[in-house]
């Protein structure tokens, strides 16, 4: 049973690069048709899609938040990665790594809390 | 303000039947796919429903999900006071912009 846990830094200064990362464990990154995905949840809030990566290296971002994101894949590392950049306090959430493979996100990382604070 | 349109809250008592909807245009829901996630407090997003009506290994049949037109809805039969969350419907939108979107979220209370 594959298994998503995210890591990264948990508080973040305004303006600065949010970067996160979301280790597989029980299978590669390397197979399968998956789309690698990072979600995120804003205190008290609903779920936002960020965006996601392709097996094939494909990438499809939210559009409102196309201009600040970048997702990648490390096959040596089994790891997909997320960098925000130019943050802001409306970034602070739970962010959550994730795959979709039925259309639907059917395996979720237990998620890593990121603040934006001075 | 979601793209796809869910009641912010809905209660019923312990053994009776609820359902949610979801609300969205002809460029979501109407084309695409409908999932369910079912969110307990303090944890991640579990998958309950994908491809509007069918339910992942481990879910049992109390809960079902149906779609017409451009809503969709979630049924849960047999509430029980473990059922008391927050449970949010997802799709593609093909729009000019393409990207996933979620509805707001269901706060589901189990009197």
């Known amino acids: 049973q594959v298994q998503l846990q995210e890591s990264g830094p948990g508080l973040v200064k305004p303006s600065q690069t949010l970067s996160l990362t979301c280790t597989v464990s029980?299978?590669?990154?390397?197979?399968?048709?998956?789309?690698w995905s990072w979600i995120r949840q804003p205190p008290g809030k609903g779920l936002e899609w960020i965006g996601y990566?392709?097996?094939?290296?494909?990438?499809y971002y939210n559009p409102s938040l196309k201009s600040r994101v970048t997702i990648s894949v490390d096959t040596s590392k089994n790891q997909f990665s997320l960098k925000l950049s130019s943050v802001t306090a409306a970034d602070t959430a739970v962010y959550y790594c994730a795959i979709n493979r039925m259309d639907a996100f059917d395996i979720w990382g237990q998620g890593t809390m990121v603040t934006v604070s001075s | 303000q979601s793209v796809l349109t869910q009641p912010p809250s809905v209660s019923a008592a312990p053994g009776q039947k609820v359902t949610i909807s979801c609300s969205g245009s002809?460029?979501?829901?109407?084309?695409?796919?409908v999932s369910w996630y079912q969110q307990l407090p303090g944890t991640a997003p579990k998958l309950l429903i994908y491809d509007n009506n069918k339910r992942p290994s481990g879910i049992p049949d109390r809960f079902s999900g149906s779609k017409s037109g451009t809503s969709a809805t979630l049924g849960i039969t047999g509430l029980q006071t473990g059922d008391e969350a927050d449970y949010y419907c997802g799709t593609w939108d093909s729009s000019l912009s393409a990207h996933w979107v979620f509805g707001g979220g269901t706060k589901l209370t189990v009197l």
């Open positions: 990566i392709y097996y094939s290296g494909s990438t």
């Open positions: 029980g299978g590669s990154i390397s197979s399968g048709d998956y789309y």
């Open positions: 002809s460029s979501n829901i109407g084309n695409n796919y």
